[in-house]
């Protein structure tokens, strides 16, 4: 009889796990859902830090200048997509934009910009984004190096995709203090170094009236960023991992780099980003 007992109540047991199963489940995804849904902020670091294994890290430099004014002066939004674009659909975007084909572009044709190494044409909003598919993109003229770090740390957040697309997301900015359009009141006149399709000048008399939005927030590991955006609090920051305030190279150790050529030609595609989390405005 005892035996009997145990039988049945260890096949009532097995019988709840059954049925506490798809609630188990159906928590789980709910918990997923809920982290999937939150806003995430991509940080893109415009200075120049200590990578993996202490290489020489360029930051993207001049392409924050771009990517600050697409952003606050001219994009018609602040939130972008990553769409899983494909080569020839980027090139595509690229020719909309003014910088192919390249051999007609003016940062490869004037000597204004030839001269000063300001050889890579660089567009916003990016050719890996559904929204330069809108039209009215602008681009600059800026160093090699930059552009490869733009195109290094670009390709890692994508990653940070996990092929799931769309992937939406804003831009924030890390060691941006040196650019005038990443600036939390930005002067939108053009320094002469902006363009649109056909080489054309973004007119200099002709200032946006940039949205007073965003501003500089801190992380949970401390760090702070600057957003064009308003972010909520929680969002999710992500950020590569090695530039924080440790692995700054100041702007002397830079130029000296600079000048050397000492910059790692890898980009910051090996470096690993990790998610902090936005905690206060500041």
């Not at 909003?125 to 602008?138: F, M, S």
């Not at 990653?159 to 939406?168: G, M, S, T, V």
């Not at 002469?192 to 200032?207: A, I, S």
């Amino acid at each position: 009889m005892k035996s009997f007992i145990t039988s049945i109540a260890l096949a009532l047991c097995a019988a709840q796990v059954v049925v506490a199963a798809p609630e188990v489940m159906r928590a789980v995804e709910q918990r997923d859902n809920q982290v999937a849904a939150r806003a995430v902020t991509f940080v893109m670091n415009c200075a120049a830090y200590k990578g993996s294994n202490g290489k020489n890290r360029k930051g993207a430099g001049e392409t924050c200048n771009t990517m600050c004014y697409g952003t606050n002066c001219k994009a018609k939004t602040k939130s972008f997509t990553f769409d899983g674009a494909d080569q020839k659909k980027k090139d595509k975007r690229r020719e909309s934009a003014g910088c192919n084909p390249t051999n007609k572009n003016i940062c490869k044709t004037d000597k204004k910009w030839t001269d000063k190494g300001l050889t890579d044409c660089d567009e916003f909003p990016l050719a890996a984004t559904k929204e330069a598919d809108n039209g009215g993109q602008v681009f600059r003229c800026v160093k090699a190096a930059d552009n490869r770090s733009q195109g290094g740390q670009t390709t890692t957040a994508i990653k940070a995709c996990k092929n799931k697309f769309p992937c939406q997301f804003t831009f924030s900015f890390k060691g941006e203090t040196n650019y005038k359009y990443c600036q939390k009141s930005t002067d939108c006149k053009s320094d002469g170094n902006l363009y649109t399709r056909g080489n054309t000048p973004v007119k200099r008399d002709l200032p946006a009236s940039p949205a007073q939005e965003g501003g500089y927030y801190q992380l949970r590991s401390g760090a702070t960023i600057y957003s064009p955006s308003d972010l909520a609090i929680g969002t999710v920051a992500v950020r590569n991992v090695y530039a924080n305030d440790t692995n700054i190279i100041n702007d002397e150790e830079a130029a000296q780099i600079e000048v050397r050529d000492l910059w790692d030609e890898e980009g910051e595609q090996e470096d690993e980003l990790i998610e902090d989390e936005v905690m206060m405005k500041l």
